[in-house]
């Protein structure tokens, strides 16, 4: 989500039925997490057929519209910045064990 968000201003997360709950957990995330702001949540029902009664039935749907946050570009370079620190510092590791290794 985070890459598509560096690409576009806007993202638009939809959902129906069991899925909405996933949907807004992942809204929140990038909201409590400085990445998004939210623009619009709209709900409405979609009428469906049951597969299994062959009726129509209603569910629930959702939409949000999340737009990038104002340190969403700080907020990246520092989470990038951290992750290539993290990087080198396994790599040193493993340099130091094999270098343990071969002097043994």
Same mark, same amino acid.
């Given at each position: ?10 993202? #638009?997360?939809? +959902?129906?039925?069991? +899925?909405?709950? @996933?949907?807004?957990?992942? +809204? #929140? ?7 998004? @702001? ?17 009726? /129509? ?11 990038? =946050? #104002?340190?969403?570009? /700080?907020?990246?370079?520092?989470? *990038?910045?951290?992750? =290539? +620190? *993290? @990087? ?10 094999? #270098? ?5």
């Amino acid at each position: 989500m985070q890459r598509y968000m560096q690409q576009h201003e806007e993202v #638009e997360l939809s +959902a129906l039925g069991m +899925a909405i709950t @996933t949907v807004v957990t992942i +809204a #929140e995330i990038l909201k409590n997490n400085g990445l998004a @702001t939210e623009k619009k949540v709209l709900t409405s029902s979609v009428g469906m057929k049951d597969e299994n009664k062959g009726r /129509m039935i209603q569910k629930a749907k959702i939409e949000i519209v999340l737009a990038k =946050s #104002e340190k969403f570009d /700080m907020l990246m370079t520092a989470n *990038n910045t951290k992750a =290539s +620190a *993290n @990087t080198a510092e396994v790599a040193a590791v493993d340099n130091e064990k094999k #270098e343990q290794e071969s002097a043994n």
